[in-house]
């Protein structure tokens, strides 16, 4: 399974954000995309997501060519937003059965034992850190073939970051996933492909070292 995006242009007015960048995913990847603050990486998200318009962009989905409103209807690609998408008033064992109907699925996400300790809270009422290791495991557990996590690890303490880690580990026999954060060390301990936006282009990265001389990091 392939996913490529090439020709992505995005405009705010008269503000270039980045011009025709290009990506491929596929089945069994982890791609990082880095890059300062404001450079355009969760905007390059909601474009291939349909949920914002670019100037241009073309999606070919196993070379056959996708419009990126189709790519939700087509549930071709999951995303979890930067922002929290929850409804605030609902308890967390009450969300799980909202995306998920079969028990199998819900299960998992039930049981993991730290779902299990906050499953009667309200999600309004969850930490940063619980709220986020709620979202990523209920996009996680979705059949999408694709998905896109924007900052996954943030607010996570050391052990959630590390039982996310190995969940998209686990994911990658039927999943290729775009992972963007600004903590860069566990990004890098999972992905196979990294990138760094930087002024308006993808430039491919091999270590760390390169995020320096990009001056995305200090020297
Ligand atoms: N709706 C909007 N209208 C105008 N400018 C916007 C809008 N949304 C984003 N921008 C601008 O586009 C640029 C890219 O924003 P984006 O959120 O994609 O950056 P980012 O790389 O994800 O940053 P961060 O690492 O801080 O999350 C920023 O300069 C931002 O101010």
Redesign the pocket.
């Known amino acids: 399974m392939e996913l490529a995006i090439s020709n992505a242009t995005k405009f ?2 008269k ?1 270039s ?1 980045f011009k025709d960048v290009s990506l491929t995913l596929k089945t069994g990847e982890i791609v990082a995309i880095f ?10 998200l909601k474009m291939i997501f349909g949920k914002m318009k670019g100037n241009s962009i073309n999606i070919l989905y196993n070379n056959e060519v996708i419009k990126p409103s189709e790519i939700i209807k087509e549930q071709i690609v999951s995303y979890l937003p ?1 922002e929290s998408f929850l409804p605030k008033n609902l308890k967390v064992r009450d969300i799980i059965p909202i995306y998920f109907s079969e028990e199998k699925k819900q299960d998992r996400i039930f049981y993991d034992p730290f779902i299990a300790k906050i499953s009667n809270t309200v999600t309004g009422k969850l930490s940063l850190g619980e709220l986020r290791y709620f979202e990523v495991l209920l996009i996680a557990q979705m059949d999408h073939q694709f998905m896109m996590l ?2 996954p690890f943030s607010m996570l303490e050391p052990i959630y970051k590390d039982k996310v880690k190995e969940l998209l580990i686990s994911l990658l026999d039927f999943k290729g996933i775009i992972i ?1 954060d ?1 903590y860069y060390n566990d990004v890098f301990e999972i992905s196979t492909n990294n990138k760094l ?1 930087h002024d308006g282009k993808l430039y491919n990265i091999d270590t760390v070292n390169d995020l320096k001389d990009f001056g995305y990091l200090r020297k």
């Open positions: 705010f007015g503000k954000i890059g300062r603050n404001g450079c355009g990486k969760s905007t390059l930067q924007d900052e963007t600004h936006m």
